[in-house]
């Protein structure tokens, strides 16, 4: 099934059933139902690829998120944004605006 694969093309099963037929691989089912067994292979690939973006997904928030983590403490010890900046690798404008609200909490507090 894999040499057939073609993330693009619903169909790119359709090759890899029609071996299976001619090598006596459940034929008559196959014969019959070629487009649902391709369309199932077809769901199962995609699912696997959503499986692998979502887990991807939360590896860069994880990553954003202590990103974002490092820089409040960074800040909360006085240390400049330029410093910040290179060191998290957050845009100067997200470190401003974390700053900003940290200085907002502060004030609330008081």
Same mark, same amino acid.
């Given at each position: 099934?894999?040499?057939h694969?073609d &993330?693009k093309?619903p !169909?790119?099963f %359709?090759p /890899?059933? $029609?071996i299976? #037929?001619k090598e006596?691989v459940? &034929?008559n ?7 649902e067994?391709?369309?199932?292979l077809? *769901? ?6 959503? @499986?692998?973006a $979502?887990? $991807? ?5 994880g @990553?954003q998120?202590?990103? #974002?983590?490092? /820089?409040?403490?960074?800040? =909360? !010890?006085?240390i400049?944004?330029? #410093? @910040? %900046?290179?060191? %998290? *690798?957050l =845009? %100067?404008?997200?470190?401003? +605006?974390?700053?900003?609200? #940290?200085?907002?909490c502060?004030?609330?507090? +008081?």
């Open positions: 099934m894999r040499a694969y &993330p093309n !169909e790119t %359709t /890899a059933i $029609q299976a #037929i006596n459940m &034929p089912y196959l014969n019959r139902k070629t487009t067994v391709s369309n199932m077809w *769901g199962e690939y995609n699912y696997d690829e959503d @499986i692998a $979502q887990r $991807q997904e939360a590896f860069d928030e @990553i998120h202590t990103k #974002i983590e490092t /820089a409040k403490a960074l800040l =909360s !010890e006085d400049s944004i330029d #410093i @910040i %900046t290179r060191t %998290t *690798g =845009s %100067t404008e997200a470190v401003e +605006q974390l700053a900003k609200e #940290i200085e907002d502060k004030i609330l507090v +008081q």
